[in-house]
């Protein structure tokens, strides 16, 4: 199954539906079921001041989180980043109304109870291992 690699707490908050997009620098035609894959890095600046009230407890890295469907990937706007600011300043941030690039839209969040390992690639890979 196709799948994304993200940052830590970013993969953290979408499996714990904090996150609705992720952002990307490139747009994709593709609709559908993807994982995603917590990479193995951690932005740790952004856990001491962004996210200090979020429950992110379990912050495994190196693994596959969950699935979510990827419903919509639209230009970022000021007016979306107004919108998504609106609901929750702290996933988004202000850098959102100057980025030229992407939103994934995300539904369907589904975390998995096992994570198994894998290593993580650049853009959509394919993963198709340890998942039932």
């Known amino acids: ?28 035609k593709y609709r559908g079921e993807f994982f995603i894959h917590a990479g193995q890095s ?13 429950d992110l407890s379990d912050m495994p890295t190196g693994v596959i989180l969950g699935k979510v469907t990827l419903t919509d990937c639209v230009k970022i706007t000021p007016e979306l980043a107004e919108k998504l600011n609106k609901g929750d300043k702290n996933v ?8 030229d690039g992407y939103g994934f839209k995300l539904e369907d969040v589904v975390e ?21």
């Open 1 to 28: 199954m196709k799948t994304l690699t993200i940052k830590q707490p970013y993969a953290s908050l979408i499996i714990k539906g904090y996150k609705e997009y992720e952002f990307r620098t490139w747009k994709t």
């Open 42 to 54: 951690i932005d740790k600046k952004a856990l001491e001041t962004r996210f200090k009230g979020y």
């Open 92 to 99: 988004y941030g202000s850098w959102l109304a100057e980025y």
């Open 112 to 132: 998995f109870e096992d994570k198994p390992k894998a290593k993580g690639k650049l853009s959509f890979w394919e993963y198709n291992e340890g998942v039932k």
